[in-house]
């Protein structure tokens, strides 16, 4: 299965790893399944940290390539076809940065990784 990590869980994971359900914890750990995040994620994070609204210590570029790495993630680019998606998506999130997440699943055949309930009213697979 290919996995797209929320934003949340991706955060989870290097911060609060106790946060992550038993079930999505084996759905990660499952090495038959593929991690991806979104470039949309790390931007969220780049810019919720720098007005304040996301209170961690962020690990350098190499660093967080490193995290990457060994937790078996690809990052993502967020590409056109997704973007041209957005305007075709019900508005029933208003948190952009989600909104990009679902499109980039849809259009990638990914599943998502989330307790966002609002995702749940789109198209998408969710695990």
């Known amino acids: 299965m290919k996995l797209l ?5 991706f955060l989870w994971l290097l911060y ?25 994620s790390i931007a969220e994070i780049m810019i919720k940290h ?8 962020l690990p350098s ?3 967080l390539v490193e995290i990457l790495n ?12 997704s973007a041209l ?16 997440i679902i499109t980039q699943a849809i259009e990638h055949n990914l599943t998502i990784v989330t307790v966002d309930g609002f995702f749940r009213e789109y198209a998408c697979r969710l695990l």
């Open 70 to 81: 060994q937790m078996d993630i690809t990052l993502l680019d967020y590409d056109g076809a």
């Open 50 to 57: 720098s007005l304040g609204k996301l209170d961690i210590s």
């Open 5 to 9: 990590l929320d934003t949340h869980i």
């Open 61 to 63: 570029h190499d660093a």
């Open 16 to 40: 609060q790893p106790e946060k992550v359900s038993k079930h999505h914890m084996a759905h990660l750990r499952d090495t038959d399944n593929a991690l991806y995040l979104s470039a949309m």
């Open 85 to 100: 998606h957005l305007g075709t998506l019900p508005f029933h999130h208003r948190d952009p940065f989600d909104r990009m």
